[in-house]
């Protein structure tokens, strides 16, 4: 059992009841999931005047509107690559990733995605899940705007431990395919795209390679909206991120911010994010929908980045905007890594260079 100190001004219960005149930060391990202590600061640790060198919180806006029809990587490490595309036609070629594992999350659109297991309709506020080796081709019917995450390893359900099963979302909410050759079946010729170590290689078939008429076992496609996530929720505790894990991979997760009601202000319950500085994992938001009242001036489709070991939090504003709050409409997507993301030079071309001043006073 992990001893406990304190001393000085501190209260019995984190994120609540914080004493006047200070501010709270939370300095923990493993992003959330691992031992954590509070500390009480005299001025808000984001109160910077100047920052020299290359960490800082960083702000890419919403940019889908360039380079249609392909995906634009964003951010990267070892175990994964964060894109963004618009797409207003379908794929040209139908497509295998041998590389990753793929979760596509729908920011906009709608149309189906036609995969050797069956096809799958997908819709705004989607996960759509592939597992590597898949083939499939995408077919828009509305112009759809994807985050598409890559993992090296499989994108896995986030233990439930002492919530039950049924928590965070229903089985029965995820949608499965049902085998369904592919509806091509006019062409003289088929081709198949295999990315491979970063290369592509193309194969032409005489037929559509969607040619499956039954599978059984444990690997295939998958759906789940956003809208379906169950958020964790406690009138007396402002829940971490941790808690709204979606998926898990391989030194990364995936969580869903949702629309929940806030926590019991008659409490003392902070209800904005706490300041953290994420000293194990770096941080990624990709804002999709509704009103983030614990930033200023973020449109929906917009990434915030903020690396391992410089403070983050709600902005000067948020505090007074969440006093009279009871309810919170956002919807958001964060990625947390275990090691450190690589902005891509196209991120670093488009990215808000002054993002990290929004904290300061105005």
């Known amino acids: 059992m992990e001893s406990f100190k304190a001393s000085g001004t501190y209260t019995k219960q984190a ?10 930060e939370e300095h923990g391990r493993k992003g959330f999931f691992g031992r954590v ?4 600061h005299e001025h808000p640790p984001v ?12 702000l890419l806006p919403s940019t889908f509107s360039q380079n249609e029809d392909q995906f634009n990587p964003v951010l990267f490490n070892n175990d994964c690559v964060v894109s963004t595309g618009l797409f207003k036609n379908d794929f040209a070629t139908f497509f295998r990733n041998a590389d990753f594992d793929e979760l596509y999350f729908v920011h906009e659109g709608h149309g189906k995605v036609e995969t050797i297991y069956g096809p799958l309709d997908y819709k705004k506020g989607d ?72 290369k592509l290689t193309t194969l032409t078939y005489p037929f ?19 809208y379906d996530f169950c958020p964790i929720m ?17 030194n990364f997760v995936v969580c869903s911010f949702v629309a929940r009601p806030l926590e019991d202000s008659k409490e003392g319950v902070l209800k904005v994010p706490f300041y953290h500085s994420n000293i194990d994992y770096d941080e990624v938001l990709f804002y999709h929908e509704g009103d983030f009242f614990s930033r200023d001036n973020i449109e929906a489709g917009a990434f915030t980045f903020h690396p391992q070991g410089i403070h983050h939090g709600p902005h000067p504003k948020a505090f007074e905007k969440a006093n009279d709050k009871t309810f919170t409409n956002e919807y958001a997507v964060m990625i947390d890594t275990r090691f450190p993301l690589e902005p891509t030079t196209w991120f670093k071309e488009n990215e808000n260079k002054n993002y990290w001043k929004s904290w300061m006073d105005k």
């Open 47 to 58: 109160a910077w005047s100047k920052i020299e060198g290359d960490l800082k919180p960083r």
């Open 127 to 198: 996960y759509i899940n592939i597992p590597r080796g898949t083939t499939y081709k995408f077919y828009i019917k509305d112009p759809s705007k994807f985050l598409l995450i890559e993992s090296r390893s499989e994108f896995e359900e986030p233990s439930r431990g002492i919530l039950g099963p049924n928590a965070l979302y229903d089985q029965t909410a995820i949608k499965t395919p049902e085998a369904a050759i592919g509806t091509e079946q006019d062409k003289k010729e088929y081709k198949l795209v295999i990315k491979r170590l970063g």
């Open 234 to 250: 406690s009138h007396k505790y402002h829940i971490p991120p941790s808690g709204h894990t979606t998926f898990v991979a391989h």
């Open 15 to 24: 994120h609540v009841k914080i004493p006047e005149g200070t501010y709270e």
């Open 208 to 226: 559509n390679p969607l040619d499956a008429k039954g599978w059984k076992g444990s690997v295939y496609p998958k759906v789940l909206s956003i």
């Open 37 to 40: 202590s509070q500390i009480y």
